[in-house]
């Protein structure tokens, strides 16, 4: 089951609504990408050729509450992307996390 418009909606404005909050270099902000596709997890974030991608699974999530989080999850990545790169789940990403 594809993910219906609604739950597109929202996770592209809460991620654009993080991106405003927390991503002030306007050029770097042009360079994220929000894609649903196929995908075995909730969300994946990457970096690859010049531009920054948060993927989304292109089926509905159980509840907002997770949207949300998921949402917030992979932000977290490109946040740590942009200004820092390479970077692994510990207690710094989490707490970045919690923040946002």
């Known amino acids: 089951m594809s993910i219906s418009t609604h739950q597109k909606e929202q996770i592209i404005n809460h991620f654009n609504l993080l991106t405003e909050q927390f991503i002030k270099n306007k050029q770097e ?4 990408k929000i894609l649903f596709q196929e995908q075995e997890k909730e ?3 990457y970096y690859e050729a010049g531009k920054y991608y948060s993927c989304f ?3 509905e999530f159980v509840s907002e ?3 949300g989080e998921v949402v917030t999850h992979e932000f977290t990545h ?3 992307l942009i200004n820092q790169g390479y970077h692994e789940h510990d207690e710094k990403f989490f707490s970045y996390f919690e923040t946002f």
């Open 43 to 45: 969300g994946q974030s």
């Open 78 to 80: 490109i946040y740590f």
């Open 65 to 67: 509450e997770f949207l």
């Open 29 to 32: 902000k042009r360079k994220i």
């Open 57 to 59: 699974w292109d089926k």
